[in-house]
C-alpha cells in the first residue's frame, strides 16, 4: 500500500472524530463566553469598586475611566452571552477578543511583570479559544447553525 493509501486509511479511522466538531465548539463558547459574562457581572454587582479599578488601577487608552468602565463591562456581558448563545458567532468572538485584548493593554503594567505568568496565560487561552471560534464559526449547535438550517 503506497503513501496515498495509508493516508486515505487513517482518515477513516479519524473521520468518526468529526462528530466531536460541535459539541468542543459549544463547551469552548460556554466555557469562554461564562468568563467574561461572570467577569461583566461582578463589575455590575459592585459599580463602585468597579469605577475605583477603571480609575486608579486600569489604564485605558482613549477612554476615560467611566466611559471605560461601561464599555468594558457591557462588552463583557453582551459579547459573553451572545457568544455562549453562539448568535452572530465570529462577530460576537471578534467582540469578545477586542475585550480581551484591551483588558491586556489597560493591565499591562500588572500582567507582564514576573510572577504573573498564570494571569496573562489565561488572556492567552481566552484569545486562543475567541480566535478558533472566528475562524471556525460557532459551530452547529449554536443559534447561528439553528437559523442556517432553517433556510
Not at 14 to 38: D, E, I, Q
Request: aromatic residues 12%; glycine residues 12%.
Amino acid at each position: 500500500m503506497g503513501a496515498t493509501g495509508w493516508i486515505r486509511k487513517i482518515n477513516d479511522w479519524t473521520m468518526p472524530l468529526s462528530a466531536l466538531a460541535a459539541p468542543l465548539a459549544l463547551l469552548t463558547r460556554c466555557y469562554v463566553g461564562w468568563v467574561f459574562l461572570k467577569s461583566g457581572w461582578l463589575k455590575l454587582s459592585d459599580w463602585d469598586s468597579t469605577l475605583f479599578l477603571f480609575r486608579e488601577e486600569y489604564r485605558v487608552p482613549w477612554l476615560s475611566p467611566a466611559v471605560a468602565a461601561v464599555a468594558g463591562t457591557t462588552g463583557e456581558l453582551l459579547f459573553g452571552t451572545l457568544v455562549i448563545l453562539g448568535l452572530c458567532g465570529r462577530l460576537s468572538a471578534l467582540g469578545l477578543q477586542a475585550v480581551n485584548v484591551l483588558a491586556v493593554v489597560s493591565y499591562a503594567h500588572v500582567l507582564l511583570q514576573e510572577g504573573f505568568e498564570a494571569a496573562i496565560a489565561q488572556h492567552y487561552l481566552w484569545g486562543f479559544m475567541l480566535l478558533v471560534l472566528i475562524v471556525y464559526g460557532p459551530g452547529k449547535g449554536s443559534l447561528d447553525g439553528w437559523i442556517e438550517r432553517r433556510g
